[in-house]
């Protein structure tokens, strides 16, 4: 590894460190600017002196501030990020828990829209200004303007309802039954995939453009080369840094919880997870759900960065 890309990586594991610690402090202020006693609230008509007293101790919330600050920065460097008002448990124990559903939805999902975006948008791109462009337009921006749970109760109610083709709703981890898994996965993978992919096909349409304006893909086509090889070596190729950039924000966004999908098909996710979470005032586990889905945008972006350099050799010495 050269030196060049040493400092490149050195330089974005600063600027991820930075980002995390202000995101580390605007969790833990959460609990603090909550207007009431956020234990009193959380406990709700559960509610005794012994109960609320335990529950504050559990948590913390009876030390003085600065032992709090350093208890909360403790934990997050240990992976502990405090137990849940709601059910007791550790926070990082729920959120690894909720992690492998969510996980195979968004890989699931951004597979699904890359392939529809990488066709439709470079087919778009080179034959702009036909029937099959403006056809690629039209539905890249139907499925970006569709709700993500209208297209879930459409695919339920076809594959499902009517079809029964694919279950309804529900989970069954990859371990325990592989062709289960897949079967659950389908429809809301594919109500992720298909609006991910939407949104995918625009950008890559407009980077194909660019790429096909430029004077090497002229050059190529004059000599002779066959329409796959300049596709494929010379505009696709020298495409990848948006495409790279455009699935890496959608693969960090579904995993940060597509909170709707994941609701409409009872997906036991990240997202389904937050939103019971803000209904219960279930605080450390929304604080450590923040954290959490601030960490994996922070690594995805990483990842990012670093396939740039990869793909860009120009970009690392910048």
Not at 66 to 91: A, E, H, I, K, W
Not at 164 to 175: A, E
């Given at each position: 590894?050269?030196?060049?890309?040493?400092?490149?990586?050195?330089?974005?594991?600063?600027?991820?460190?930075?980002?995390?610690?202000g995101?580390?402090?605007?969790?833990?202020?959460?609990?603090?600017?909550?207007?009431?006693?956020?234990?009193r609230?959380?406990?709700?008509t559960?509610?005794?002196?012994?109960?609320?007293?335990?529950?504050r101790?559990?948590?913390?919330?009876?030390?003085?501030?600065?032992?709090?600050?350093?208890?909360?920065l403790?934990?997050?460097?240990?992976?502990?990020?405090?137990?849940?008002?709601?059910?007791?448990q550790?926070?990082?124990?729920?959120?690894?828990?909720?992690?492998?559903?969510t996980?195979?939805?968004a890989?699931?999902?951004?597979?699904?829209?890359l392939t529809?975006?990488?066709?439709?948008?470079?087919?778009?791109?080179?034959?702009?200004?036909?029937?099959?462009?403006?056809?690629?337009?039209?539905?890249?921006?139907?499925?970006?303007s569709?709700?993500?749970?209208?297209m879930?109760?459409?695919?339920?109610?076809?594959?499902?309802?009517?079809?029964?083709?694919?279950?309804?709703?529900?989970?069954?981890p990859?371990?325990?039954?592989?062709?289960?898994?897949?079967?659950?996965?389908?429809?809301?993978?594919?109500?992720?995939?298909?609006?991910?992919?939407?949104?995918?096909?625009?950008?890559?349409?407009?980077?194909?453009?660019?790429?096909v304006?430029?004077?090497?893909?002229?050059?190529?086509?004059?000599?002779?080369?066959?329409?796959?090889?300049?596709?494929?070596?010379?505009?696709?190729?020298?495409s990848l840094?948006?495409?790279?950039?455009?699935?890496?924000?959608?693969?960090?966004?579904?995993?940060?919880?597509?909170i709707?999908?994941?609701?409409?098909?009872?997906?036991?996710?990240?997202?389904?997870?937050?939103?019971?979470?803000?209904?219960?005032?279930?605080?450390?586990?929304?604080?450590?759900a923040i954290?959490?889905?601030a960490?994996?945008?922070?690594?995805?972006?990483f990842?990012?960065?670093?396939?740039?350099?990869?793909v860009?050799?120009?970009?690392?010495?910048?």
């Amino acid at each position: 590894m050269s030196s060049g890309t040493i400092k490149f990586v050195l330089r974005r594991v600063a600027y991820s460190a930075v980002v995390l610690l202000g995101v580390i402090v605007v969790t833990f202020s959460l609990i603090q600017v909550v207007p009431g006693d956020p234990v009193r609230i959380a406990l709700g008509t559960r509610y005794s002196p012994e109960s609320y007293a335990a529950l504050r101790e559990a948590s913390g919330l009876d030390r003085s501030l600065p032992t709090q600050v350093f208890d909360y920065l403790g934990g997050v460097l240990t992976g502990d990020l405090g137990v849940s008002f709601r059910t007791g448990q550790t926070v990082t124990s729920t959120l690894m828990e909720r992690f492998p559903a969510t996980l195979s939805l968004a890989a699931f999902g951004l597979v699904v829209g890359l392939t529809i975006a990488l066709v439709a948008g470079v087919w778009a791109a080179l034959h702009e200004g036909t029937v099959s462009d403006a056809i690629v337009r039209i539905g890249s921006q139907f499925g970006v303007s569709v709700p993500d749970f209208w297209m879930g109760l459409l695919l339920i109610t076809v594959f499902a309802a009517k079809l029964g083709w694919f279950p309804s709703s529900g989970y069954v981890p990859l371990t325990e039954n592989p062709a289960e898994w897949l079967k659950h996965l389908v429809l809301p993978g594919l109500t992720v995939g298909v609006v991910a992919g939407a949104i995918m096909t625009r950008y890559i349409r407009s980077a194909v453009l660019e790429v096909v304006s430029m004077g090497y893909v002229r050059t190529a086509r004059s000599k002779g080369m066959p329409p796959r090889v300049v596709t494929l070596r010379h505009i696709v190729r020298n495409s990848l840094i948006p495409i790279l950039t455009i699935s890496g924000i959608q693969f960090a966004t579904i995993l940060g919880g597509v909170i709707v999908v994941e609701v409409v098909f009872a997906w036991p996710g990240l997202g389904n997870l937050v939103f019971s979470a803000v209904q219960a005032r279930d605080y450390p586990l929304i604080q450590g759900a923040i954290l959490l889905i601030a960490v994996i945008f922070l690594v995805v972006n990483f990842l990012v960065d670093v396939l740039y350099a990869v793909v860009d050799p120009r970009i690392r010495l910048s």
